[in-house]
């Protein structure tokens, strides 16, 4: 198949802005090309891809993440979106002949909405649960086109926007390179909380788990709400949490792989949770709420531990519990699931279905 793949409109590639889109759109770029597929992107302006990426930067204005506004929000479109203007490119590259379908990982009505329009069949891979009225709209349209045209990466997610959705759409899961993640046997002490530092994300959380335990939290990540932080390190005053920035994969992987155990304390429907697999991929056990696709990723007991959400107390009590985790076990578990050509595979069969 020849694909275009239309990227998040709420931050160039590399930026973190995207948060896990930026890994899984990287991930099934190389993975799709590795099974014959190709592929070329179409991201705003200052995105950065590998050399081999063929991308077609695209300006404008960067649309305001879904996450930071109220579900029933009108929706915002900026003077001269990026996405309307990558939208723009996307139908114009689709009459050319050379390409057979579109991936969309857009979080936004608009690819939904104007598929229609495209002389190519749309796929869409949705990225985050349900978050606002218009999107819940958008994704029922299209999936009574075609129900085929949707995919979710977790069962999880893909309730959150209703029963009669989540019957209808393809569950792909999420996958990443194992190559670029260091199996490391012997950690240090420390807990990590790789996450965009925002409210739903549980930052709070992340400090209170510090408190409770002693041990010190790194947390990974864009910065996206300084105001979270600042309150949660007001709120606990003797919680040992250390910003360690936005870190490129390489980089973090390798501190994460010295981590006790990953951190898992979102406050919404995580739709996978990219840092799970990382972090398993490192020998690193994750201990998550029961929420969302964390959840489905962890093997409770065996990979690390799923706790009821906004239970602190039993994130802490499952740290005492880490000594009975085999970290070879997760590295396992991601090798076995989780891998680049696992992950593409599903979504080649799925885009496969799709252009029928
Ligand atoms: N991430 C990163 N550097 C950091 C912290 C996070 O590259 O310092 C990446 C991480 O690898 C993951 C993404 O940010 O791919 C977060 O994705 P996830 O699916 O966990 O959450 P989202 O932000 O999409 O809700």
């Given amino acids: 198949m020849r694909i275009i793949c239309l990227s998040t409109p709420v931050g160039p590639l590399g930026s973190g802005l995207g948060g896990g889109v930026e890994l899984t759109l990287r991930t099934l770029v190389r993975g799709l090309s590795t099974l014959g597929h190709t592929v070329t992107v179409v991201a705003p302006v200052d995105s950065h891809v590998a050399p081999t990426t063929t991308i077609e930067r695209v300006g404008g204005a960067l649309h305001v993440p879904s996450q930071t506004l109220d579900r029933s929000t009108p929706p915002v479109v900026p003077d001269d979106s990026v996405l309307v203007n990558m939208w723009r490119r996307v139908t114009e590259m689709s009459r050319s002949g050379n390409f057979d ?3 969309n990982f857009a979080y936004d009505a608009l690819p939904f909405v104007a598929s229609r329009e495209c002389p190519i069949p749309v796929a869409h891979l949705v990225s985050m649960g349900s978050l606002s009225d218009e999107m819940d709209r958008a994704v029922a349209m299209a999936v009574d086109r075609s129900s085929r045209c949707v995919a979710m ?22 996958g990443i390179d194992l190559s670029a993640y260091d199996y490391v046997e ?48 007001r709120e606990f005053p003797n919680a040992t949490v250390e910003y360690r920035g936005f870190l490129t994969t390489d980089v973090l992987q390798r501190e994460l792989g010295r981590s006790a155990a990953l951190i898992m304390v979102h406050y919404w429907v995580e739709a996978f ?49 880490l000594g009975t985790i085999q970290r070879r076990d997760c590295r396992s578990d991601v090798e076995d699931r989780y891998s680049e050509q696992a992950f593409a595979g599903r979504v080649a069969a799925w885009l496969a279905a799709v252009g029928r």
């Avoid at 990466?153 to 999420?174: D, Y």
Wanted: aromatic residues 6%.
């Fill in 186 to 233: 012997a950690p240090d002490t420390s807990l990590a909380f790789v996450a965009r530092i925002s409210r739903e994300k549980g930052v709070r959380d992340a400090f209170a788990v510090a408190t409770l335990t002693g041990r010190v939290v790194n947390a990974f990540g864009v910065m996206e709400d300084r105001s979270v932080w600042d309150d949660a390190a």
């Fill in 273 to 321: 949770g990219n840092v799970a697999i990382e972090a398993l991929a490192c020998g690193v056990p994750v201990i998550t709420y029961d929420r969302g696709g964390p959840a489905e990723i962890v093997h409770h007991g065996r990979t690390g531990f799923v706790v009821p959400p906004d239970d602190v107390s039993a994130v802490a009590g499952a740290v005492d519990r």
């Fill in 101 to 103: 379908i579109v991936l």
């Fill in 153 to 174: 990466h977790s069962h999880a997610q893909a309730r959150s926007f209703g029963r009669e959705i989540a019957g209808r759409v393809t569950v792909v899961a999420s």
